[in-house]
Each structure stands twice: as C-alpha cells, then as structure tokens.
C-alpha cells in the first residue's frame, strides 16, 4: 500500500524558515518524481514544486522561487521542502503527492498518492 | 485561476452534470493533458480522471473527462449525495512552465 507521510509543519513568524519531509512506503521512491502541493485555508489547491526522480528536474512555482528548495533522499524514501523567507501568504497545508510524469516532462503528469497534508501557519 | 471553473454547480440525485475547465492555447489548447481531482473537506485530494478520458481502477464509470479545443469537462452522471465534494482540474500552462489547477468547483446534491 503506497503511504506518504508529511512532517514539519507548526507555526512559524514572518520570515523565519521550516523544513517539510514526506517519509514514503510501499512503492520504490526513487522511480517516481515527486511533487508539493499548497491549500490556504478555504482555497483551492497550489502547485508548489516538482523534484523528477533522480533530482535532475527540479520546478518552482513563481511564488516560492528563490524562498523554497525542494529535495529528496532516495536511499531513506523521503522528499524534502525548505522553507525560508517565510510570508503570511504561504499559509496552507502542504501535501506530498506521487508524481506520473518523468524527466522535463514530470509537469505534465498528474499526482496519483497524495499525503494527509502538514499545516503552516506563517504569524507574528 | 489559468484555468476557469465554476465555482459552483448543483444536481439532483441521479441528474447528469458537468464541470467546465476553460484554458487557453498555451495550456489546454496546446493538448496539454488534463486531470480532475475529487476533494472532500479535510481530506487530501484525490484522482478521478488522467491524460483528458482516463479512470484511474476503483473510480466509478459514472465519472469520465472530456477535452476539446481550449476546454476540458468532467461530467458525473447518476449523481448521488456522495458525490458533493469540491473538483479541480489540472494541467500545465508552457507560458508559465508550470503545472497549474483550476480554481475549484463545489458541487452539491440538493
């Protein structure tokens, strides 16, 4: 059964920096691009990054680029995001999901598994 | 959103009903696939369609997606209370090189 697991989340104030990890089961990880997704409260859903599976391909969405860093460790199955620069905006659940795509491609896939989400809340 | 949906759609149980997904030529138009998502509150989301007309197993045939020209659709039919949940749509947009969702649809059973 393929389980993904996020960590890291809590309350951080403007500016400060977190790290999310996504401990991941019952497939082999290190085949399948991974990708970040974000929910603000009562909002829908927001592309964060994508990370291909060796770590070749890695994409941003514009509203993290240069903040955020995405990563993964095949060797212990788990997917990381760094946050840093912290804003009131970036407030959301942030999921884990399983990638389809590969290579430069990955993007145009669609996320198969997806975690239970980690809650940020970015306040002073 | 890149891509336009609804906000809102209703049905009564057992009526057909459909979810646009309106795009452009730099993400639907230019046969970018599309994927829909089911969502129930508090729930992570979860695939009911992929690559425009494809049922993921274990998914209902009463759901099925649809793409032609800048638009996409999901169409659900024999809705059922269990159906009313939040859709998005997903593809990816080559202006933005990014993959981007639609804004979300909350359909509701009367």
């Known amino acids: 059964e393929v389980q993904l697991v996020e960590s890291g989340g809590g309350l951080v104030k403007p500016g400060g920096s977190l790290r999310l990890s996504c401990e991941a089961s019952?497939?082999?990880?290190?085949?399948?691009?991974m990708n970040w997704v974000r929910q603000a409260p009562g909002k829908g859903l927001e592309w964060v990054s994508s990370i291909s599976s060796s770590s070749s391909y890695i994409y941003y969405a514009d509203s993290v680029k240069g903040r955020f860093t995405i990563s993964r460790d095949n060797a212990k199955n788990s997917l990381f995001l760094q946050m840093h620069s912290l804003k009131a905006e970036d407030t959301a659940v942030y999921y884990c999901?399983?990638?389809?795509?590969?290579?430069?491609?990955?993007?145009?896939?669609?996320?198969?598994?997806w975690g239970q989400g980690t809650l940020v809340t970015v306040s002073s | 959103s890149v891509l336009t949906q609804p906000p809102s759609v209703s049905g009564a149980p057992g009526q057909r009903v459909t979810i646009s997904c309106t795009g452009s030529?730099?993400?639907?138009?230019?046969?970018?696939?599309v994927h829909w998502y089911q969502q129930f509150p508090g729930t992570a989301p979860k695939v009911l369609s992929y690559d425009n007309d494809n049922r993921p197993s274990g998914v209902p045939d009463r759901f099925s997606g649809s793409k032609s020209g800048t638009s996409a659709s999901l169409a659900i039919t024999g809705l059922q209370a269990e159906d009313e949940a939040y859709y998005y749509c997903?593809?990816?947009?080559?202006?933005?090189?990014?993959?981007?969702f639609g804004g979300g649809t909350k359909l509701t059973v009367l």
């Open positions: 997903q593809s990816y947009d080559s202006s933005l090189s990014n993959s981007v």
């Open positions: 030529s730099s993400n639907i138009g230019a046969g970018y696939a």
């Open positions: 999901a399983r990638g389809t795509g590969s290579g430069y491609q990955m993007l145009w896939g669609y996320s198969d598994y």
């Open positions: 019952g497939f082999t990880f290190g085949t399948y691009s």
